[in-house]
């Protein structure tokens, strides 16, 4: 009789590798301050396995992928609440150097329509009619006009409204005359 109980909790252990595959997971994701790829399916797997015996790794596994679930549904909106405003200073910063690409090339432009008429541009339209820039170049990243200010003996100077789209704040993106 021993022999085949032995024989019996073979064929079992063999059975439940649900459980131990779930308790793996759930260990790697707690392991992993709660990291939902690894802790949901590792919770997953070990409530499939606890219908199986022996139920002790599934349920280890159950027990440490519940923590890691909730571990990970407190850490969410943590870490969310710590990168959304960094991601939204990172692509403000990249349409104020996106809007300064766009104001070097009126200037550019502004160059050479002064080597080629001996005075500067009096608005954007001179640049665009002559070809020396692209329409899409007088509006800043924002999709908003910029400000063409001077010509003639004057080097004109470009200004964008910035983020907020009035001039004269303190997010006005402008390009000093060199």
């Known amino acids: 009789m021993s022999e085949i109980s032995t024989e019996h909790q073979k064929t079992v252990s063999e059975k439940n590798s649900c459980g131990v595959f779930g308790l793996v ?3 790697i994701g707690i392991c992993f301050c709660g990291i939902w790829l ?3 399916p590792g ?3 070990s409530m499939i396995g606890l219908r199986k015996e022996p139920r002790k790794a599934a349920t280890a596994g159950a027990i440490i992928g519940g923590v890691g679930t909730i571990a ?3 850490i969410a909106p943590l870490m969310l609440g710590i990168m959304l405003p960094a991601f939204a200073t990172a692509v403000n910063a990249a349409k104020q150097a996106k809007t300064h690409v766009h104001i070097l090339a009126v ?3 502004s160059d050479a329509y002064h080597a080629d008429h001996q005075k500067y541009p009096s608005s954007f339209n001179d640049l665009e009619n ?5 329409h899409d170049s007088t509006q800043d990243a924002w ?7 001077g010509g003639g003996d004057t080097k004109p100077t470009i200004t964008s409204a910035g983020e907020d789209g009035e001039f004269g704040t303190e997010d006005d ?4 005359n060199n």
């Open 25 to 27: 997971l759930s260990i």
């Open 38 to 40: 690894f802790s949901i």
């Open 43 to 45: 919770l997953i797997l």
């Open 72 to 74: 990970f549904l407190f």
């Open 107 to 109: 200037q550019n432009g």
């Open 130 to 134: 002559g070809s020396y820039i692209l």
């Open 143 to 149: 999709g908003k006009q910029m400000q063409f200010k």
């Open 173 to 176: 993106v402008e390009q000093k």
